[in-house]
């Protein structure tokens, strides 16, 4: 169980360091190289969550003190965040690729919605790191 526990909270922290240092680049860069990001960026996001998830299932099960209180509001925003980078920066993208839109417009809309997520998952990292002292 303990190596599990190592081995999956590896991933995690893997999957969400790449996630949320994507998502931070990005958003300082307007968003530039989004489309080659993109999909590595949503896996990452899911992998962070379904690992994640064994984590708090292994880990913080049977409570909901101020631990998995603080924890619980890092989920939120990291669900959020996955959200805005899913639903705005994929729509953004596949108009793109499909001439559907026009290159400026298409191009603020992803780096408003990193902006945004990177903001979430500032507050998602924060709430991981100090959940313990909760």
């Known amino acids: ?34 489309e080659q990001l993109f999909r590595p960026q949503m896996g990452a996001a899911v992998v962070a969550v379904l690992t994640g998830g064994y984590l708090w299932g292994e880990l913080h099960r049977s409570m909901f003190e101020a631990p998995e209180q603080v924890l619980a509001i890092g ?41 945004i997520a990177a903001g979430l998952l500032a507050v998602t990292i924060v709430c991981m790191a100090a959940a313990r002292y909760a």
């Open 1 to 34: 169980m303990q190596l599990t526990l190592i081995i999956v909270l590896s991933l995690h922290v893997l999957a969400a360091v790449f996630w949320a240092g994507t998502s931070f680049t990005l958003a300082r860069t307007n968003g530039a190289g989004s």
């Open 75 to 115: 989920v939120v925003c990291a669900f959020v965040a996955a959200g805005v980078q899913g639903a705005i920066v994929g729509r953004a993208i596949r108009k793109l690729s499909k001439a559907g839109i026009g290159e400026t417009v298409a191009r603020s809309r992803i780096a408003t919605a990193q902006r």
